[in-house]
């Protein structure tokens, strides 16, 4: 086998269908009978960050254009996120993407016996499926897992829990002498994780119900924004809920070492308390909306409210070539401006994927305290872009294995902004792409030029992808793919403001020129600014707050100064509550 990808989670299975799509032979590997990890089989489907039609790129751009012909009522469906999909949707659209693919054969429910290594290569893997075991050999072994459970067995270096400001100077993280001495670092190790559940609206009830007062241990996990808005955070399509409450909610703080023990048996316990503990905060919604929630089956024939697995936040982390920290995930200044490109002796740029996700971090308690990471784009708060260079996939102990989950080399504080799907996603495209160059060009992945790896995500026929954060030039533009090249042969001349200098002879999108939707309307009205950063709409319906993911959308409302008659079209979003404007002009 030239290929060989363990998980099926979300970046196990990018990993996998890039490998089959760049023509080597790939064989995935999956625990379970689900592919998509963290977008369907732990029921995270209302996905945060890369919401921006700049980001929208690679697997997830096209991820999100085709699941968004799939859900008939739009992916407009809470205010957590632009994006809100059924599990079994997304399943299904990655379970068809596989099934396309003559070079990947896909093998679920296995179990990861034992890995050999043979000095610095990964030689072989024991798997159990259906009562019998295979040997399997491969040229590259990519670890798509949420825990780094490949990365574990081969004996690979790694990290768990806190490291210590002095080791990176991340202004976020605990002292050395903080750490030895206080005891949450020990309970708390990593981030905390959810088992989602699932609930049922009652959407025919005009009236909200009379709200009971929830119980301990959920005391106080309505206070900040009420029931309405607790509930329609994660709402789907159809009025299914995604209940993934960290306020008093759902988060499992306790035992989480359990979760990487090699005892099958205090695993187990850590799940059965994870998922007694989700059903019971299920109940308590149940009982405080006086029945407007019930409970969902997000996972069809399930026959449960619960979703499959765990929404693991954080597991065993690579101690790869290079590491992300907290450091290089925070703007060089309030606003818009992104932290450094990660360059290489040459002056070259190594980055290979784009991270947005404002750093956010799950213990018990009060928030962690975190530097601020966010900035105020579109009529809305939104991450500031960083990047993953290609070091942090790789290590110099083993050298023909990649990471392309969340295990790979970054801290615990950066962890909080590199673990969401979007990343992981491109992440993992980007090492299935590696592991098939690797093949093609006989060598390890770590030995790859990266330029090479760079151009072939950016012109990938199926799903091209980002390698740097430019701000100006969404997806579906012609000088998409432009900007990016241009940028990667100056990467001096990207400000910090993500904006790419001496490209003037690059035509910017305008206002209008946003593809449509088949769920647009239109929206006519007065523009109201109450203050620079904030945008509404003042209309015959009333006044709609509005929120754009397009930069010519952005540059223009950013250009008027309020009182403006304004044509648009929008997207409604009534849980947001706001109107996503996709384009639109002045009104003369």
């Given at each position: 086998m030239d290929v060989v990808v363990w998980g099926g989670g979300t970046g196990g299975v990018a990993a996998a269908l890039q490998a089959a799509r760049s023509g080597v032979d790939t064989l995935l590997l999956t625990p379970g009978s689900w592919l998509g990890g963290m977008l369907s089989s732990a029921g995270v489907c209302a996905p945060d960050g890369h919401e921006l039609s700049c980001w929208q790129t690679g697997l997830w751009g096209a991820f999100l254009h085709d699941i968004a012909k799939r859900e008939p009522s739009g992916l407009d469906q809470n205010w957590v996120s632009c994006f809100g999909f059924q599990p079994a949707t997304a399943e299904q659209l990655l379970r068809d993407w596989v099934g396309r693919e003559r070079h990947l054969q896909w093998l679920p429910c296995c179990e990861l016996i034992s890995v050999t290594r043979n000095e610095d290569r990964i030689e072989q893997l024991r798997v159990g499926s259906a009562e019998q075991q295979h040997l399997i050999r491969a040229s590259v072994v990519i670890d798509g897992s949420d825990l780094g459970d490949l990365m574990a067995l081969a004996e690979v270096p790694h990290r768990w829990g806190w490291e210590p400001k002095e080791q990176w100077n991340e202004p976020s993280a605990p002292n050395r002498e903080r750490l030895s001495t206080d005891l949450f670092f020990r309970?708390?190790?990593?981030?905390?994780?959810?088992?989602?559940?699932?609930?049922?609206?009652?959407?025919?009830?005009?009236?909200?119900?009379?709200?009971?007062?929830?119980?301990?241990?959920?005391?106080?996990?309505?206070?900040?924004?009420?029931?309405?808005?607790?509930?329609?955070?994660?709402?789907?399509?159809?009025?299914?809920?995604?209940?993934?409450?960290?306020?008093?909610?759902?988060?499992?703080?306790?035992?989480?070492?359990?979760?990487?023990?090699?005892?099958?048996?205090?695993?187990?316990?850590?799940?059965?308390?994870?998922?007694?503990?989700?059903?019971?905060?299920?109940?308590?919604?149940?009982?405080?909306?006086?029945?407007?929630?019930?409970?969902?089956?997000?996972?069809?024939?399930?026959?449960?409210?619960?979703?499959?697995?765990?929404?693991?936040?954080?597991?065993?982390?690579?101690?790869?070539?290079?590491?992300?920290?907290?450091?290089?995930?925070?703007?060089?200044?309030?606003?818009?401006?992104?932290?450094?490109?990660?360059?290489?002796?040459?002056?070259?740029?190594?980055?290979?994927?784009?991270?947005?996700?404002?750093?956010?971090?799950?213990?018990?308690?009060?928030?962690?305290?975190?530097?601020?990471?966010?900035?105020?784009?579109?009529?809305?708060?939104?991450?500031?872009?960083?990047?993953?260079?290609?070091?942090?996939?790789?290590?110099?102990?083993?050298?023909?294995?990649?990471?392309?989950?969340?295990?790979?080399?970054?801290?615990?504080?950066?962890?909080?902004?590199?673990?969401?799907?979007?990343?992981?996603?491109?992440?993992g495209q980007a090492a299935g792409m590696a592991a098939a160059q690797a093949v093609q060009q006989q060598c390890c992945p770590n030995e790859l030029p990266v330029r090479g790896l760079q151009l072939a995500l950016l012109e990938d026929p199926q799903a091209p992808a980002a390698v740097l954060p430019l701000w100006e030039w969404p997806w579906w533009h012609p000088n998409w793919v432009k900007a990016q090249c241009e940028a990667l042969d100056h990467p001096a001349r990207i400000n910090p403001f993500g904006v790419l200098e001496s490209a003037t002879e690059l035509m910017r999108p305008q206002a209008e020129q946003a593809p449509?939707?088949?769920?647009?309307?239109?929206?006519?009205?007065?523009?109201?600014?109450?203050?620079?950063?904030?945008?509404?709409?003042?209309?015959?319906?009333?006044?709609?707050?509005?929120?754009?993911?397009?930069?010519?959308?952005?540059?223009?409302?950013?250009?008027?100064?309020?009182?403006?008659?304004?044509?648009?079209?929008?997207?409604?979003?009534?849980?947001?509550?706001?109107?996503?404007?996709?384009?639109?002009?002045?009104?003369?």
């Open positions: 309970d708390h190790p990593v981030q905390s994780p959810t088992w989602v559940s699932f609930g049922q609206l009652d959407e025919s009830s005009a009236d909200l119900p009379a709200v009971a007062e929830p119980s301990d241990p959920f005391e106080g996990c309505l206070s900040d924004f009420g029931l309405d808005r607790t509930l329609s955070y994660g709402r789907l399509p159809g009025g299914l809920v995604m209940l993934n409450w960290p306020l008093h909610g759902n988060d499992w703080h306790d035992g989480l070492h359990r979760s990487i023990s090699s005892d099958p048996t205090e695993r187990h316990a850590l799940a059965t308390e994870m998922q007694s503990h989700s059903l019971s905060f299920l109940r308590e919604l149940q009982r405080c909306s006086d029945g407007w929630l019930s409970p969902g089956e997000g996972i069809p024939g399930s026959g449960s409210p619960l979703a499959l697995m765990p929404y693991w936040r954080e597991g065993r982390r690579l101690i790869g070539r290079s590491t992300v920290t907290e450091v290089d995930l925070l703007p060089i200044q309030p606003g818009a401006q992104r932290g450094p490109l990660p360059l290489n002796s040459d002056g070259d740029c190594t980055s290979i994927a784009v991270g947005t996700y404002a750093n956010d971090h799950h213990y018990p308690g009060e928030d962690w305290p975190l530097a601020a990471k966010s900035c105020r784009w579109g009529g809305r708060w939104t991450g500031t872009p960083f990047c993953i260079p290609f070091e942090a996939l790789v290590s110099d102990h083993t050298s023909n294995l990649l990471m392309a989950d969340k295990a790979f080399s970054v801290s615990h504080m950066a962890n909080g902004a590199t673990r969401l799907q979007p990343l992981i996603l491109n992440l449509h939707s088949p769920h647009e309307t239109l929206a006519a009205g007065v523009l109201k600014r109450p203050d620079g950063s904030t945008y509404s709409l003042e209309c015959s319906e009333g006044t709609w707050p509005l929120i754009t993911l397009e930069p010519g959308v952005e540059t223009w409302l950013r250009g008027l100064n309020g009182g403006e008659q304004l044509h648009l079209r929008v997207i409604r979003n009534p849980w947001g509550p706001w109107l996503r404007v996709l384009a639109g002009h002045q009104l003369s």
